[in-house]
C-alpha cells in the first residue's frame, strides 16, 4: 500500500533529536523531496549558520530563518526539517500549523546530550558549560515544542528507520495530511 502525502510535514524539536535523519528517511519511503531549512539558510547566505549567528546575531538569523521557511512551505509538498529554534517563533508555528502539520520529534535530554555534546556545529552550546546550556535550551522550548500538531517520542534503541516508521504511523492519524492509497 502506497500513501500520498498532501501537505508539507514541518518536524521540530531540538538540535539532536534526528530532525535531519529521520527527514530523510521519512521521505524516502513516502518518494517525496527531503528540505533541511538550515541548509537552505546557509545556501541562500553562502554562509554557515554560526557564521550567520557570530556575523549578524540570532535575531537576525531568526528573520532569515522565517522568511526561508515561508518560502519553502510555498513550495511542493514534502518533509522539512527545521532549526531547533524555528518552531520558537508564534508567528512560524501558525504558518507552518496553516500549511502543513508540525510534528514534534521528543527526545528525552540524556539522548539529545548523547548526540551533540562532540559536535562545535551548535552555536547557541558554544558556552563554558555546554551541557547545562542544553538542559536550560530544553527546558524552556519542551512547553512549545508541546504545541505541535503531533508528537513521536524518540527512543535511544529506534533506528533512523523505526522513528520514521513512527512518525508515519502517527500521521496516519491526520487523512488531512497522509492518504493511504490501494
Known sequence: MTAKLKKTVVLVGMMGAGKSAVGKALAASLGVPFIDSDEEIEKAANMTIAEIFARDGEPFFRRKE????????????????TGGGAFLDQANRKMISDRGVSVWLDAELSLLWQRVRHKDSRPLLRSPDPRGTLAAIYEARVPIYAQ???????DPA?????MAAKVRCALRARPDVLEDEQ
Open 66 to 81: 522565517s522568511q526561508v521557511i515561508e518560502r519553502l512551505l510555498g513550495n511542493q509538498t514534502g518533509i522539512l526539517s
Open 148 to 154: 505541535a500538531d503531533l508528537s513521536v517520542k524518540a
Open 158 to 162: 529506534y533506528s533512523i528507520e523505526t
